[in-house]
């Protein structure tokens, strides 16, 4: 479904973000970006959509290369690509279902967007969408009077809305607390699964890739040194991605994690 053929970025500066990154995403597959800062993971995800622009290679969603698309043709690829950004994007003095809303902007226009006059169809959408999260009834509250992981919410709705077939999320706990981290990750993966969607999630906290996720790409400088399933993080491995820590603490904590969420469910 998605497939990076010797993705290259190279800056002005003349550093070298991604080094020839190779990668299949097959349909309905969940994915967890792992890595230190500066490892690239943020720069692929952008440069999937072109928020970045490659300097070489291709990028093939359902065999259509992105990376050659003009920009009329880029617009329509990206109602493909849902983005969930990790400081929410919304715009505050926009209600909850505006915001939610704003996702159909590529398939009504601008004027009718703004006019807020959506058709029935993406209005009902919305408030489905809502009612699945949980923000049914906050519909009509502006994005500013929201918690976190309440406005974390509202962008999973604008990006569903699209009825994307590849999520392209961005940290999306990093701004959160760990329960309100959790929540999260496990609303994505389950509406994920709900949609037969793939996605890429971009996430600094091993231990939430490692429960809610089945399949790991680990980052370092530029080139991916680990994919696989989350059971092959051992603490070499996680050494050779993030370098040298106790990584058999995290490991025993994610295990203890695993068996408590099981007792209580």
Not at 12 to 31: M, N, R, S
Not at 122 to 131: K, M
Request: glycine letters at 10%; aromatic letters at 6%; a negative charge.
């Amino acid at each position: 479904m998605l497939s990076l053929q010797k993705l290259t970025k190279t800056y002005k500066t003349g550093d070298q973000a991604l080094k020839g990154i190779d990668l299949e995403v097959p349909k309905g597959q969940v994915l967890a970006l792992i890595g230190p800062s500066g490892a690239g993971k943020s720069t692929m995800i952008r440069c999937i959509n072109r928020l970045v622009e490659p300097t070489e290679g291709a990028v093939l969603l359902d065999g259509t290369d992105l990376t050659s698309l003009g920009s009329g043709a880029l617009r329509r690829a990206r109602r493909e690509m849902g983005m969930i950004f990790q400081e929410y994007a919304l715009v505050e003095r926009l209600t909850v279902m505006e915001n939610v809303l704003s996702g159909r902007l590529g398939y009504v226009g601008f004027w009718r967007s703004f006019l807020r006059r959506y058709p029935q169809s993406d209005v009902d959408e919305a408030f489905r969408l809502l009612d699945r999260v949980g923000l049914l009834h906050m519909a009509d509250k502006r994005a500013d009077e929201l918690s976190g992981g309440q406005r974390q919410r509202v962008g999973i709705c604008r990006a569903l809305i699209q009825n994307p077939k590849l999520l392209l999320v961005d940290e999306p706990t990093a701004s959160l607390d760990p329960k309100t981290s959790r929540q999260i990750m496990r609303l994505i993966t389950e509406l994920c699964q709900e949609r037969g969607l793939a996605a890429i999630i971009n996430i600094h906290d091993v231990a939430l890739a490692q429960m809610f996720v089945p399949r790991v790409v680990g980052l370092r400088f530029g080139e991916i040194v680990f994919d696989g399933e989350p059971t092959g993080l051992t603490p070499d491995k996680l050494t050779e991605i993030y370098g040298e820590e106790d990584w058999e603490a995290t490991i025993e904590t994610v295990e203890g994690e695993d068996e408590t969420t099981e007792a209580a469910e």
